[in-house]
């Protein structure tokens, strides 16, 4: 029986790997499998018991460090665990077929905030591309919209190229929806994974945001300078706004300014921050951070 489950074990890992790959069973398998079924059970009870919120990163203008919007970005303290990342937890909701339940509350919680905000100050959500599959997200994003009353144009979905590998035409389809309503689009994580430049053709998105690794070497790494120099005048020609991501220093949104780039995000602006501090930036003349 141990023998037919470890076997099982190497050829989910191999499977989780790619094609034409083969795996041995290592202890550690085992390991990870229980964890990941931890984590899961935890994620099924987090879901009933409202452990999760939502922090708000400012985005703002280069020109001025004027605040235009906030990225929701959800967070997860666990009794025992204590804070757990999204980056850890979303592949599990993924795989364990939670993310379009959570994927409806986000997008329901970021959307009433918003509509706590000024006018002129929109709210961009996380979309998982699991989220395409079922064909149900216009419908859910429609819901979240009239629910909240929230326009249509101050709702950004970001989207990664994940969107795109599992191509077909429903995802084409459910894109085109979304966009004709209104809502506004971004690619996220650009420059990582395939980056390929058909996705900018296929599908007009207003904005693009250059991924933190190439903006964390900027001021000293002459590649990723050239690579962020590139995508912003690629994206400034096709129409589409560039934001950075990932900006911690001074010295680094100076350059950003200097090449043209539009929109910036990261620590040096604003931390993520729970969405009662973020109308302390709107009193009096606030609004520029930085
Ligand atoms: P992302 O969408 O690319 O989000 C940017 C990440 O960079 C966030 O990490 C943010 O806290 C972090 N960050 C922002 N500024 C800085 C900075 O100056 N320096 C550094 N080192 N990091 C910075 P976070 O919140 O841990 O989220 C990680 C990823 O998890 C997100 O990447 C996104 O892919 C996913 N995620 C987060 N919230 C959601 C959500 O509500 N739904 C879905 N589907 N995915 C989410
Ligand atoms: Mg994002
Ligand atoms: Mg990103």
Redesign the pocket.
């Known amino acids: 029986d141990e023998l037919a489950k470890n076997a099982d074990l190497a050829l989910y890992c191999a499977k989780q790997e790619g094609k034409g790959q083969y795996r041995f069973f290592e202890g550690e398998m085992d390991r990870r499998m229980r964890d990941w079924h931890e984590m899961e059970h935890d994620l099924r009870e987090a879901m009933a018991q409202k452990q999760f919120v939502?922090h708000y990163?400012p985005i703002v203008e280069l020109d001025g460090n004027r605040i235009v919007g906030f990225?929701?970005?959800?967070r997860w303290t666990h009794p025992r665990r204590g804070s757990v990342?999204?980056?850890e937890f979303?592949p599990v909701a993924e795989e364990a077929g939670l993310?379009n339940e959570l994927?409806v509350w986000?997008l329901d919680t970021a959307c009433t905030m918003a509509t706590a905000w000024p006018e002129d100050i929109s709210v961009a959500?996380?979309?998982?591309p699991l989220q395409f599959n079922s064909g149900s997200l216009p419908g859910i994003v429609a819901a979240a919209l009239a629910r909240s009353g929230l326009k249509a144009d101050r709702l950004t979905l970001?989207i990664t190229e994940g969107v795109f590998l599992n191509d077909t035409d429903q995802t084409m389809a459910v894109l085109d929806t979304i966009k004709a309503s209104g809502v506004h689009f971004a690619m996220?994580?650009f420059g990582t994974g395939y980056s390929s430049l058909s996705y900018l053709r296929r599908f007009p998105f207003q904005r693009i945001k250059i991924d933190?690794s190439f903006v964390r070497g900027i001021n000293d790494d002459p590649e990723s300078l050239a690579i962020i120099r590139a995508v912003t005048t690629l994206c400034r020609d096709l129409g589409m706004a560039t934001t950075a991501?990932?900006?911690?220093s001074a010295a680094q949104a100076d350059v950003l300014r200097h090449l043209g780039c539009g929109l910036a995000?990261?620590?040096?602006f604003g931390?993520?921050m729970p969405g009662d501090d973020t109308f302390a930036l709107f009193a009096g003349h606030r609004r520029r951070l930085a």
């Open positions: 939502l990163q990225e929701a970005l959800i990342s999204p980056a979303i993310i994927g986000i959500v996380n979309i998982s970001e996220d994580d933190q991501e990932g900006v911690e995000q990261g620590y040096h931390r993520p």
